[in-house]
């Protein structure tokens, strides 16, 4: 396999054509073409801010400051659909409140940070278990109806940007559709890659119709079943091959090496399904410093070494790898038995672990801020 810059590409088809196609495919139709959405890349080292934007403004301007001279470059965070439409459309118009997340792509604008939004999870008044949100919605068009917003909001020339001329445009370029789509904690009661291709298909297409140039990223899938889930989303529904521009991953292992054993495993799979112009975005990756759990608790100075082994790893494997943003930014550090409390790369002041010296080391070394790496090293 050659290097990330040399993958194939396609060009993409008319947004008409997109439409006309998975409708096709989910009515059962023969024949259906494959349809592609055409290639973004995201910058490469990104962060994850799932506890930033819960901080007061001082503590959140802390943290991205601290990003900023990181080398940090895109932050994956919620686009919760509940708190942009907590209630059902109207007589078929749907009501979308946008001030929370305004508040969120200015402060990233501000320090020229891109957002990688994950459009998540489902409402209480669409879920099939109504009241609950990490099931599956009752109708796809109303996620796709959201997602396909998203994009128009905040993508190139999106609404977003034009209200707010005075701020230098960093627009969203992907949208990464749900979390852990096979995993159970996150799509009940049960997983359902069928299901999940409809949700990915139409979705994507939407987004399409909506903003040309926003793309989908397959939610960021754990580990467990990672690459026969890719591979029983295109079996219920082939059309879905064609709409795969790239494919999160949350490659947890024990070390280093067994995070490249994840991400090389799942560029094999994707190659052998169709999908060798598909990009992996490392959306998750990490281990706690504390805990009760421990299995997966590590040392901050084991943690330095894996993480940025597993930086480079990724970055010069040859498999692929267009985006790596570890788990996660920052976490609070308040309960010493609770493992999710002792992701963070940062403190609660903004300090950095040695994981995190260790982790912007390694990317200044590689320069992934400005270009993709030279060469690999690597599997693929």
């Known amino acids: 396999m050659g290097t990330i810059a040399t993958f194939c590409r396609r060009a993409p088809l008319p947004p008409l054509a997109l439409v006309s196609a998975v409708s096709c495919a989910l009515a059962g139709c023969a024949g259906v073409p494959t349809p592609y959405a055409g290639p973004q890349r995201a910058t490469f080292l990104g962060a994850n801010a799932q506890f930033v934007f819960l901080a007061g403004p001082r503590e959140r301007d802390l943290q991205l400051d601290a990003m900023?001279?990181?080398?940090?470059?895109?932050?994956?965070?919620?686009?919760?659909?509940?708190?942009?439409e907590p209630s059902p459309p109207i007589a078929g118009h749907h009501q979308y409140s946008w001030s929370v997340l305004d508040g969120v792509v200015e402060a990233l604008a501000q320090r020229r940070l891109r957002w990688l939004p994950i459009a998540d999870y489902s409402t209480t008044w669409a879920s099939i278990s109504p009241g609950y949100t990490f099931a599956p919605p009752a109708r796809i068009d109303d996620y796709a109806a959201f997602?396909?917003?998203?994009?128009?909001?905040?993508?190139?020339?999106?609404?977003?940007?034009?209200?707010?001329?005075?701020?230098?445009?960093?627009?969203?370029t992907q949208i990464e559709l749900w979390n852990e789509p096979n995993a159970t904690t996150f799509w009940q009661p049960s997983t359902n890659?069928?299901?999940?291709?409809?949700?990915?298909?139409?979705a994507s297409v939407a987004i399409?119709?909506?903003?040309?140039?926003?793309?989908?990223?397959?939610?960021?899938?754990?580990?467990?079943?990672?690459?026969?889930?890719?591979?029983?989303?295109?079996?219920?529904?082939?059309?879905?091959?064609?709409?795969?521009?790239?494919?999160?991953?949350?490659?947890?292992?024990?070390?280093?090496?067994?995070?490249?054993?994840?991400?090389?495993?799942m560029r094999h799979a994707l190659n052998a399904d169709g999908l060798s112009g598909a990009s992996i975005f490392v959306t998750e990756v990490g281990w706690p410093v504390r805990g009760a759990s421990a299995a997966n608790v590590v040392s901050d100075a084991t943690r330095a070494m894996d993480l940025a082994l597993a930086l480079r790893l990724a970055a010069l494997s040859g498999c692929g790898v267009s985006a790596f943003a570890p788990y996660t930014w920052t976490t609070p550090q308040r309960d010493p038995g609770n493992s999710e409390d002792w992701y963070g790369l940062y403190g609660p002041d903004a300090r950095p672990s040695r994981t995190a010296i260790a982790l912007t080391d390694a990317a200044t070394r590689l320069n992934l801020a400005s270009r993709p790496p030279e060469g690999t090293t690597g599997p693929c």
């Open 147 to 172: 997602a396909a917003a998203l994009a128009a909001r905040y993508g190139p020339d999106g609404a977003f940007w034009r209200e707010h001329p005075s701020l230098a445009a960093v627009p969203v």
């Open 208 to 265: 399409r119709a909506a903003n040309p140039a926003v793309t989908a990223v397959v939610g960021g899938l754990a580990p467990a079943g990672d690459t026969a889930f890719v591979r029983a989303m295109i079996d219920a529904l082939p059309v879905v091959r064609g709409l795969i521009d790239a494919v999160g991953l949350h490659p947890y292992a024990t070390d280093a090496r067994g995070v490249q054993s994840i991400v090389a495993a």
């Open 68 to 84: 900023v001279r990181a080398g940090v470059t895109f932050v994956r965070d919620d686009a919760p659909w509940e708190l942009v």
């Open 193 to 202: 890659p069928a299901a999940y291709a409809r949700l990915f298909a139409v």
